[in-house]
DNA sequence: GCCGTTTTCGGCCCGACTGTTTTCAGTCG
């Protein structure tokens, strides 16, 4: 069983407890293993046949039985038990918004309603009105959710890259305005997460209100929602939704803190500060012992205050950042300056937009120590495939270049495909000849999920490969991963001393920051590569770095932060 | 139901908003 399943049974449960008017603690503690089991790179079903679940947080003996018993029987004998008190869609009722627990509850109880058509015949009727505690707004408020087709609307969620390139420039437009002091991205993007649900940003201003005007007239504004005299809400024209808030210089650091969040890290952070005593929020850091109230003018100062050091954004999700940063062992994460080369990147020889020479030019400009071009190889399946012939004159054209250029190194190097039976599309020989193979899946990716293992698996199993290239397929928001189990792709990856790439891509970002990091603890080098099909593109490198932030890497565990020499000697060939 | 440099029992984030209220419970982020 899917960690996504055991986590779904568990979310399950929360919510019909909840229904059955179950202490609070219960539920959240329910919903929290839902997502320490989401969010585990480890089979929990294997972990608790282990007995070994409780080494994840928030699984204690009780859960760590549930989840066996759901394992072996498919089900959890108490949701059963609920399900049969709680009939019907009762469950669903909760996503309704401003319609909770407790609201569900006194519906079922005094009207006896259970499915989606009951409620909205009851809204309809005004029968819903005889409930203690509903009135109008409440009956509009159901109809209208229900009439947005059933289920209730689900925000759109925008790319990373869609979000920063909006909250730079808006950024950017705003620090050189007269009444600006500080200006800064907050929220999720500034967390460097895959999506975004909308866009926080807050400043500091001698000027207040000409800041907020300044913000509510810029030009990728489309609509304005609401506007005061510290702050504003806006649209922007491709439907962004943009918050923006002008705070004190004093308290700058706690609203700061607030908004980036995450809620997870933030609840957990806030629970740490009571046990000593103090109580966190945008408004400050308050002390039980005198009722002092303390602002902070950064970050910092914030979790100076709670006896911790400053802890990166890119960490603030709940995933034992708190108790490393207790610990005194938060990582060193990688940087994007010790970055010294790009491994993976195409150019006009397959699908890419640029000439070698443009791609070597732009390495150089960015400071790189090395590149390696690999371009798509012989079986690609778009037309822009890279027949034997071709690549030994593209090993030739490399090498020449070489000859002219210093403290700068091109690499020779292809995207080969792996095939359905694990192999890869050129010769052995002609393989030896490069300094750099990444081999990806780029065909027949509705495999069973055995059938995909064996055929990446047996790739890694080859001398001369010396990347897999995205390794789990997804297109963020687009696409899924292909069925995959990463974890026996890492311990593969471990075995051979096959690197696994973080593909930068902002649209792919693969693997994922919970499987680099898996992979990292598993021991496999981890290579961040552009994937850039154009000399323009090679910044992308950005939003690979931040994933590899996100999964706690250090620069020791990214191959690429090694110059070439060093890096050679670390593939497998020269093992 | 989980968890532990104040606790193995007794705690468990914080504030804003909303609608139906006459002082606040429920919901949300």
Redesign the pocket.
Known sequence: MKNAEIAAALDELADLYELDGA?V??V???R??ARSVRDSSRSVAQLAAEKRA?E?????????E?IRTLVETGEIP?AVKLRKKFPGELVRF?E?????????RKIYDELGIVTLDELRAAAETGALKSV????????Q?ILKSLDAGGEPERAERFLLSAVLAIGEEIVGALRTHEAADRVEIAGSARRWTDTCKDLDIIATAHDPVALTQAFTELELVGEVRASGEAGARIVTNNGLSVDFRVVAPDQFGNVLQHLTGS?QH??AL??Y???????????GV?DDEDGSKHTCASEEDVYRLLGLPYIEPELRENRGEL?AA?DGALPDLVREEQIRGDLHMHTTLSDGRSTLEQMAKAGQDRGYQYLAVTDHSATFGFGNDVQPDALKRRIEEVRAMNEEMKGFRLLAGSEVNIQLDGSVDYDDDLLAELDWVVASVHTSFRMSEERMTERMTAAMEHPLVDAIGHPTGRKILSRDPYHVDVERLIAKAAETGTMLEINAAPDRRDLNDLHARAAAEAGVLIVIDSDAHSHQLLPLMRYGVATARRAWLEPRHVANTRTWKELQKLRKRAR
Request: proline share 7%; hydrophobic share 35%; charged share 25%.
């Open positions: 202490v603690y219960r959240v503690a329910y929290q293993a409780t994840l947080p928030h699984i204690g003996k009780t859960l760590e549930k108490q909760i309704i918004p401003g319609l909770g627990p407790k609201t569900a203690q505690g509903l009135g109008p707004k409440a009956e408020n809620k933030n609840m806030r629970e500060a009571v046990r000593r005593g103090l109580h966190v929020s945008e408004y308050e108790k207790i």
